[in-house]
T-cell receptor, first 111, second 115 residues
Framework: GDSVTQMEGPVTLSEEAFLTINCTYT??????LFWYVQYPGEGLQLLLK?????DKGSNKGFEATYRKETTSFHLEKGSVQVSDSAVYFC??????????FGTGTQLKVEL | DADVTQTPRNRITKTGKRIMLECSQT?????MYWYRQDPGLGLRLIYY???????NKGEISDGYSVSRQAQAKFSLSLESAIPNQTALYFC??????????????FGPGTRLLVL
């Protein structure tokens, strides 16, 4: 079945540092890929998505590129802020259009 | 106003009690979902509904039931709550538009503690 693997956290960075959160997937067919973000005490919000190979999703300074050859969708941001502290979930929709989530990566950004 | 609302936001109950978690949406979406979130496990799908007459089990449906009362309402019930159902529960909606792939929109969550 479909699965998503993302790096374990917590990831702790200083403000303005470069962020990478790795995500790899296993799926049949051609899934769509997503990054969701969960701020403390809130539900999940869609951060960005990509629907086909080589697409780049971007939002709020975050980017991720759909790499079919490496089955990856790594999340990057050039300069993180304290307000980016949250839990980040990589996810995919494959057959049946149901979301499969990774386990989440907590990001802590310190001054 | 929020597009996807959940009530209650927090609930404490005792083992063996029946409880219902409610979800309402104003997005006009046909598809609705219930997930639970546990530390280190991400989100797991409990039940989903693609329209009012369609109910499907997810990966962890045992011990849960659902009711789709209307397009906008989707309720999750725990018939006899047990402590390992202590978790954060999320409702979500989606609308599979033509030419697009599914994006789900989440409610704020219900934190449930079963003693």
């Amino acid at each position: 079945g479909d699965s998503v693997t993302q790096m374990e956290g917590p990831v702790t960075l200083s403000e303005e540092a470069f962020l990478t959160i790795n995500c790899t997937y296993t799926a049949t067919g051609y899934p769509s890929l997503f990054w969701y973000v969960q701020y403390p005490g809130e539900g999940l919000q869609l951060l960005l998505k990509a629907t086909k190979a080589d697409d780049k999703g971007s939002n709020k300074g975050f980017e991720a590129t759909y790499r079919k050859e490496t089955t990856s969708f790594h999340l990057e941001k050039g300069s993180v802020q304290v307000s980016d502290s949250a839990v980040y979930f990589c996810a995919l929709t494959g057959g049946g259009n149901k979301l499969t989530f990774g386990t989440g990566t907590q990001l802590k950004v310190e001054l | 106003d929020a597009d996807v609302t959940q009530t209650p936001r927090n609930r404490i109950t005792k083992t063996g009690k029946r409880i219902m978690l409610e979800c309402s949406q104003t997005k006009g979406h046909d598809r609705m979902y219930w997930y639970r979130q546990d530390p280190g496990l991400g989100l797991r799908l409990i039940y989903y509904s693609f329209d009012v007459k369609d109910i499907n089990k997810g990966e962890i449906s045992d011990g849960y039931s659902v009711s789709r009362q209307a397009q906008a309402k989707f309720s999750l019930s725990l018939e006899s709550a047990i402590p390992n159902q202590t978790a954060l529960y999320f409702c979500a909606t989606s609308d599979l538009g033509q030419g697009s792939r599914e994006t789900q929109y989440f409610g704020p969550g219900t934190r449930l503690l079963v003693l």
